[in-house]
C-alpha cells in the first residue's frame, strides 16, 4: 500500500495506531470522562477558543450540515469557491434552505468586498466558509470575511477548517466565529471518522429557537453532554485515544513549532514545483499551506506521473478533484511530514520525472 501524500485522509503513523488499540473501555464512566477531558485543552488552543469543543463521530459532512440544520432560521449565504464549498450550497439546497451563494472560479478566493455587498441585500442570518478549500488549494482570508461578518448583526459564521486546523492559528473568539469545524483525518492525521467543532454562545442560543432539530445532530446535546466531558451518543473510542496521542505530540512539538514546520514543508513542494516549471493554482498570497494544488502544464502526462509514483516508489499523491481533475494534481503536506520525508518524496518525483516523462 503506497504512503498517503493526498490531501486527505493522509498518512497515520504507528505511534497513533498504537495508541488507538487500547483496551476498549464505556463511554458512561470515569475512564472516559478523563479521555474526553484530555482532550479540550489541546483543541481548545487550536481552534482558538474557551468554549467546550465537541467531539462527533461523524465525517466532517455531518456537523457541516448540522451547522445548517440548528442555525439557519431566515437564509444561508454560501461561500462557493471549489468542490467543498459549491457542495455546501448544494447541501444547503437539499434541505429546502432559503439560500445564495457567491461564486467565484476554482482557484479564486473569496473577496471580503464581495461578501459586504451581498449581506448589504439583507435577509441573511447564516455565512458558510471553507476556510482552506482542498479541492483547489486556496486559503481564503478568514480575518477579512470574518470581520465583514461580524459587522452583520444576526449573521453568523460558520467556518470548516477541515484542512487548515493545526496547519495555521485559527481564532475562533477573537474573530467572533460561530462554528468552526474539523474532520479528524485531514492535518490531524487520524484515521477518518471524527470531526471535531466548537460553538459560540450565540450559536448554541440560536439553536434554542430552532424547531426540528433532531438529535444526533442537535447542537444542545453536545451542549449539554460537554461539562460531564460526554458525548451524547456513543463516541468512537478508539479514535479518541488517537486524538489524545496526537494532541500530546501537537503540545510537545508547540503550536508555534508546528504551523512553522507546515510552512517549510508546504514551502519545499512550491520550489520542486516552480524548478519543474509547475505552476500553482492558488493566486500568490492565497495559496494553502497544507497542500499544494499545481496545473497540469500541456503535454505532460499527469496519469504516468502519479501511477509510476506509485508503483516504483510507494507514494500516492491526487490527480485532482472534481471538474479539476486530470487538470490540477495535488501533493499534501498535512500532518507528521518532516523535512526528510518530504525530501524523499521529492526525490522520488523527481527520478519518475527523469524516467518516465519529459520533463526534468
Ligand atoms: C475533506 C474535506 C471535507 C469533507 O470531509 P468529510 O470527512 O468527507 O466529511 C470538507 N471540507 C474540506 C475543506 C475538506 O477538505
Redesign the pocket.
Known sequence: MAKLFI??PIDVSKETFAAMSQTMIGHRGAEFEALYASTQPGLQALIGTSRPVFLSTS????V?EAALKNLCQKKVLNLCCGA?SDKWNGVAKSMGLDQDKIQVEWGEAIDPAAVKAKLEEGGYDLVTL?H????TGVMNDLEGIARVVKSFEGVQLVV?T??SLSVVPIEMDKLGIDVVLA?V??ALALP?GM?VFACSLDAIKRAETQPNRGYYFDLLEFEKAAPKNNTPSTPSISIIFGLQYILGEIEKEGLEARFARHAANNQMIHDWGAKHGFDNFAPEGRQSKSLTCFKTPEGFDQSTFIKHLKTDHGYAINGGYGKIKGLTFRISNMGNETQETMQELIDAMDQVLNTHTARS
Open positions: 490531501p486527505g465525517s466532517a459532512w455531518g457541516m467543498f471553507v482552506n478549500e482542498t479541492s470548516d477541515v484542512s474532520g483525518q485531514k477518518p470531526a
